[in-house]
């Protein structure tokens, strides 16, 4: 695949020779490649194939030049940043194996085309706020979009020139296209019947109606004046019922201090704009509502495997990470049907969610886990054979990371900061909450000898606490494998001089990694991934405890049964969605394969003993790939026949906290040591036991 590379009017210290040998291809230099060189770009297109372009400040133009050019065979274009990543840094003269690994990453295959989610929207804007500041931000958009106004309070203009709605909201929720508003009717004047002549308000002796043609109840000390005022329209009706209503719209913009939805991420085609909110961000909010008319895409970000889900059996709840994370709301509990639901509407592809899941469920599909392992995996391989040492990973998102990762390099080109260093490997991700400890102990099994999570303030709180507590698991592991230093470390950052300061102490915060570098393939499912992962760590590692302890929380782990209070019931086999606790067909057996286990908890949930723990660690002999027992006892035989039916701890249970009850004495109590078959036999045989051919 061509590349094209350009230093920016000299501007960069670029070696076109050790790039070229990284990336086995003799690159030209250029200076000014979007101006007197474009030349060249196009000569370049002309020969076919995809095209690598050394620059994304271009690329527009480069696209417009493309669908310009004579004889240029359709093909994609592909841009990458090595300026602002690199090029600009006070050690960019070192920074060529860095600038080689960031030009092969974007070679790397497009991800597969993901299923796609659909919004539908006809512009239908509800407006929510005080009438004065609605009416006048719905003039702003109304040539485009059908306002309805939901007065709160204020005071509105003599013309009406929207619907006006008034009321106790009940409820709002939905998404972009499918909002659903429920509200209560209880105010004494209709607006529908309103003539906003202001009889009403001259009338009134107390004040209580103002320009928003709602009485205060509270300030109304039942005069009745307004009421006499307004008999020509008949608008006012204090013995009126309230009225229960209901509307759809497409879009809300809510002026109020608080918004409707108490979540982080709100949904797609919710806006809210309270008091106070800067004029720059109001204008955006206008023209973003007026673009949002007609059909809109996403990808669906996540993929969902019920068989893998540690959620629920029986409607007995074990893990909720997933549910609990979620920044969106989109994802609920259906435990009756042992699984859980995400609504793709409300999703924002954050994919914290496939982060915690300790199963791998739920998974990231954009990209997919394999599609991403693959560009970490180039990226670090070329950064390697290109001459490159102690690679740090900085990973970033898309947006708010990127733009800082850029700033950073513009006030590296003028001498205020230090700008990115030769060895960090900045790399893009759609949110920085989407990849975790399989991911990471990868990288670290492929050489990264550091991981820098970038968050800039737009990530959930709680998605940094779960990226701080996979950090300390992944951390956990490896020290206790003998790999000394510091491996991962989250970067709190809102401006360039904080980013060049951290990553300053990041490079001095480097962990020892294995002697020889991975090459496996990431796989698709979480399990597989993390457990090469980590038999290559522990392959290399210089310390082989038998159990390294992990935090309260970890994906790995064992439990500890009191065999005190097991009765062997086997309710706990049932339960176990990962197939790590087994029974045995020929006698009472409870086995444990360590490796399955995921921690959800939910074995611990379904005991009716209460005999279950849950203890985190990594068993590191090999008993954690082999069935290992946790608890046995003898059958129980039948005293009549022999047969065995049961264990002897829950016959002796059963028997115990039946005793005292007044259906099992004497006989009946005896019953309780048969099997099902001899009680039949035995009732029938009694003498003194009532039949049914008796009655």
């Known amino acids: 695949m061509p590349t094209l590379i350009c230093d920016c009017n000299k501007t960069m210290p670029l070696d076109p020779k050790a790039l070229g040998k990284a990336l086995d291809e003799e690159l030209t230099l250029h200076s000014t490649l979007c101006r007197r060189e474009a030349g060249a770009f196009q000569q370049a297109l002309r020969a076919g194939g995809d095209l690598v372009v050394a620059c994304t400040q271009e690329q527009r133009l480069f696209g417009e030049l493309a669908e310009q ?29 860095k600038l080689a690994a960031l030009i092969d990453q974007a070679r790397q295959p497009e991800p597969e085309p993901v299923t796609t989610v659909t919004y539908r929207s006809e512009g239908r804007l509800l407006v929510i706020g005080p009438l004065d500041e609605a009416e006048k931000l719905a003039a702003s958009v109304g040539d485009v979009l059908q306002v309805t ?7 509105g203009g003599q013309e009406r020139r929207w619907p006006v709605l008034a009321g106790r909201i009940d409820s709002l929720g939905g998404w972009l296209g499918a909002f659903e508003l429920a509200w209560t009717q209880e105010n004494p004047i209709d607006l529908d019947l309103c003539t906003r002549c202001n009889a009403c308000i001259e009338a009134c002796p107390e004040g209580a109606i103002g320009f928003d043609y709602q009485v205060k109840l509270e300030a109304c000390t039942g005069h009745r004046a307004c009421v006499k005022a307004c008999d020509a329209a008949g608008a006012i009706d204090f013995t009126r019922d309230p009225r229960s209503e209901r509307q759809s719209f497409d879009l809300v913009l ?46 669906k970000f996540f993929s969902y495997k019920q068989k893998l889900c540690a959620h629920s059996r029986n409607e007995t709840v074990g893990c909720r990470a997933c549910i609990d994370i979620c920044s969106a709301e989109a994802i609920s509990s259906d435990k009756s049907r042992q699984q859980i639901k995400v609504n793709p509407n409300l999703c924002v592809g954050c994919g914290a969610c496939t982060t915690v899941c300790p199963s791998g469920a739920l998974t990231y599909a954009t990209p997919r886990p394999q599609e991403q392992g693959a560009r970490l995996r180039a990226l670090l391989n070329t950064y390697s054979r290109a001459g490159g040492r102690a690679p740090v990973l900085l990973l970033h998102s898309q947006e708010a990371g990127r733009r800082l990762v850029e700033e950073l390099g513009r006030a590296a080109r003028i001498d205020r900061a230090h700008g990115v260093p030769a060895n960090v490997l900045p790399f893009g991700l759609w949110h920085v909450a989407s990849t975790g400890i399989e991911l990471w102990l990868a990288a670290v099994a492929g050489g990264a000898r550091h991981i820098a999570v970038l968050a800039t303030g737009e ?117 176990c969605p990962a197939s790590a606790l087994q029974d045995n067909p020929q006698m ?27 203890e985190p660690r990594l068993l590191l002999t090999p008993e954690r790939r082999q069935p290992r027992v946790l608890n046995e006892t003898q059958p129980y035989g039948c005293v009549r026949c022999g047969k065995p039916f049961g264990t002897l701890r829950a016959i002796e249970s059963m028997l115990g906290k039946l005793a005292g009850h007044a259906m099992f004495q004497g006989a009946a109590l005896e019953r309780l040591k048969m099997c099902g078959d001899c009680r039949v036999i035995d009732i029938y045989a009694g003498d003194n036991e009532v039949k049914i051919t008796d009655l």
């Not at 050019?69 to 194996?97: H, K, Q, Y």
């Not at 106004?149 to 005071?155: E, I, L, Y």
């Open 254 to 299: 809510d002026l109020r201090a608080q918004p409707a939805f108490v979540r982080h991420a709100l949904p797609q085609g919710y806006l809210h704009l309270p008091e106070g909110t800067a004029p720059q961000a109001r204008l955006e909010a206008v023209l973003r509502l007026r673009e949002l008319v007609g059909e809109f895409e996403k990808p």
């Open 149 to 155: 106004v939901f007065a709160q309070g204020g005071s």
């Open 459 to 575: 990530e959930a709180p709680g998605y940094l606490l779960a990226l701080e507590r996979q950090m300390e698991m992944a951390q956990a592991v490896l020290t206790g494998l003998g790999y000394g230093g510091t491996h991962f470390s989250l970067l709190r950052c809102a401006q360039p001089s904080e980013l060049d300061q951290a990553l300053q102490l990041a490079i001095r915060r480097l962990g020892e990694v294995p002697a020889s570098v991975a090459r496996f393939a990431i796989t698709g499912d979480k399990r597989p991934a993390l457990e090469m992962a980590l038999d290559h760590l522990v392959e290399h590692a210089a310390a082989r405890p038998d159990a390294i302890a992990l935090p309260t929380g970890a994906l790995l782990g064992t439990i500890a049964v009191d065999k005190d209070k097991c009765t062997l019931c086997m309710s706990c086999v049932g339960a």
């Open 588 to 614: 009472p057996q409870l086995k444990f394969i360590e490796r399955n286990c995921v921690q959800c908890g939910l074995c611990a949930s379904t005991c009716p003993e209460d005999a279950i723990t849950l």
């Open 69 to 97: 050019t004579e004889g240029a065979a359709w093909a994609p274009l592909r841009f990458v940043n090595i300026r602002e990543t690199g090029g600009w840094s006070r050690d960019a003269a070192a920074a060529m194996p």
